[in-house]
């Protein structure tokens, strides 16, 4: 019969399911180093980390079990455990927390983290900001059309929300227009029901938003900027498809224009790595 070993994931608040569980592993049937499959041992464990968090639904901001559970669950060495830690902290899917009571934190999914790490394949390609703003152009409006042709209430609802929030702070308001005005992109582009181009648009818009904040509508055109977002938001709404993306087009390339007319030299820098 084979032995088995009782791990306890350790101990820690009771939101946790991972940590206040009992998992049991077969001691026996346990792959020894050298019998894995290749790639990194480190990256090997980071996988099942996220596999974890994932199957077992563990919230944003639950504490991850100690060192030592991890040491004595995957069987390996202190230095692998952390720097599986360490990738999937690089990738913004957990944060270390200093201190007492600290350790690995699940972190809530976030765009900006994606469009950070790939910023740096961006630059290696050379990519420049004319380039990231042309993808933007090309998506947006599929991924409207995308919002539009949802079946129910929930793709207008949430765009209406952003639009109607917006809508509260004042358009002379630089630093507050940029941020309710991005909002509602990104209201649209979850709106489209697809978690992988809405993690590709984000990360894009993400990535410009953080590097050219200079580029803002002049304050007269701001009117008219809410009343492309408001026909937008009443096409997907109504359910009209090719409405829905022809306004948006329409909206991107006016911006689109507009920043080929005021910062033609910004569009020209590679996207860089930060």
């Not at 940590?19 to 049937?29: C, F, L, R, S």
């Not at 949430?158 to 940029?178: I, K, N, P, W």
Request: glycine share 6%; charged share 30%; with cysteine.
């Amino acid at each position: 019969m084979a032995s088995h070993t009782t791990v306890v994931a350790g101990r820690g608040p009771p939101e946790s399911e991972w940590m206040t569980e009992v998992d049991t592993i077969d001691a026996n049937a346990r792959p020894r180093r050298e019998d894995r499959s290749t790639g990194k041992m480190s990256e090997r464990i980071a996988r099942e980390i996220l596999q974890d968090i994932k199957r077992r639904r563990i919230a944003p901001g639950t504490t991850l079990p100690p060192e030592s559970a991890m040491l004595e669950r995957f069987g390996v060495g202190r230095a692998s455990v952390r720097e599986a830690l360490r990738i999937l902290e690089i990738n913004g899917l957990i944060t270390i927390k200093t201190g007492p009571g600290g350790g690995p934190v699940v972190a809530a999914p976030d765009s900006r983290d994606f469009g950070q790490m790939s910023t740096l394949h961006y630059q290696s390609h050379g990519a420049t900001f004319r380039e990231l703003l042309d993808s933007r152009v090309a998506l947006e409006p599929m991924l409207a059309a995308r919002a539009a042709g949802r079946d129910g209430t929930e793709a207008g609802e949430r765009v209406r929300a952003a639009l109607e929030y917006g809508r509260q702070f004042s358009l002379t308001d630089d630093l507050q227009y940029a941020h309710v005005h991005s909002d509602f992109h990104t209201a649209l582009i979850d709106a489209s029901g697809n978690p992988v181009l809405a993690l590709m648009a984000n990360s894009i818009k993400d990535i410009w938003t953080v590097r050219v904040t200079a580029v803002l509508f002049p304050h007269d055109q701001r009117p008219q900027i809410d009343k492309a977002h408001a026909e937008i938001t009443r096409a997907i709404e109504k359910h009209e498809v090719r409405k829905a993306e022809r306004l948006m087009r329409e909206h991107m390339e006016h911006y689109q224009q507009y920043c080929e007319l005021r910062y033609p030299a910004r569009l020209d820098d590679t996207v860089d790595w930060s």
